[in-house]
């Protein structure tokens, strides 16, 4: 990724400790990413859920909010990244909350982290990006993303957190979470809010922050 900062536009697996890219800090204190997806009885246009998750306790990180389905408001999300003395199962009084509302529950799935970078002012609107589909495997050459030019049609938005995390439990996969300072109720439905053109026919599930 670039962002005019003198980097050549590649993705590593890795940056070195305390390192600052495009304004973000670099936190290797997070070990692992946690998401739960889970399909609820009706879209909730109320924010009942959303604010349950929001009220929930939450570990050393800021929590993320509510994330849900572009393509299905009553698929949704939660992820949350986890320090090295910190629980990863199941939030069990999250889980007891949200039931009520829930039609179906995935399977717990958690990533080793890739990348984890975060400005110190907090994102307003994060987007999801969750596929299992690519091999993680050493030796594979840095994905290298081109710099946007102004006849893409897409404006420049300041990145607030960045998290890349694989799959512990198997070599398929990746999850993409972005953080930017975008106004949730502007930016949903923007059709430039993601960088990549990324959609179920692709096998990747895209969730967002909507508002209640």
């Not at 670039?2 to 997070?30: C, F, Q, W």
């Not at 349950?52 to 949350?80: C, F, K």
């Not at 199962?89 to 890739?114: F, I, N, Q």
């Amino acid at each position: 990724m670039t962002g005019g900062d003198g980097h050549d536009g590649k993705v590593m697996t890795g940056t070195p400790k305390n390192a600052s890219v495009g304004g973000l800090s670099t936190d290797e204190r997070i070990q692992t990413l946690v998401l739960q997806e889970f399909r609820l009885l009706a879209a909730d246009a109320d924010g009942t859920a959303a604010r349950i998750v929001a009220a929930s306790p939450n570990g050393i990180e800021p929590p993320i909010p509510l994330l849900t389905s572009i393509d299905d408001r009553r698929d949704v999300a939660t992820l949350r990244a986890v320090h090295a003395q910190e629980p990863t199962d199941t939030d069990e009084a999250l889980h007891a909350e949200l039931d009520p509302l829930v039609l179906s529950w995935e399977p717990l799935k958690h990533y080793g982290v890739r990348i984890a970078e975060r400005s110190q002012t907090r994102s307003s609107y994060f987007r999801l990006a969750v596929t299992e589909s690519g091999i993680n495997s050493p030796g594979v050459p840095p994905v290298t993303l081109r710099e946007a030019s102004a006849g893409d049609g897409m404006s420049s938005r300041p990145v607030g957190l960045i998290w890349i995390g694989a799959p512990v439990d198997t070599y398929a996969g990746i999850l993409v979470l972005l953080g930017s300072y975008a106004d949730p109720r502007t930016a949903v439905g923007d059709p430039v809010g993601w960088p990549l053109p990324l959609s179920r026919d692709l096998g990747v599930r895209i969730y967002e922050n909507r508002p209640a």
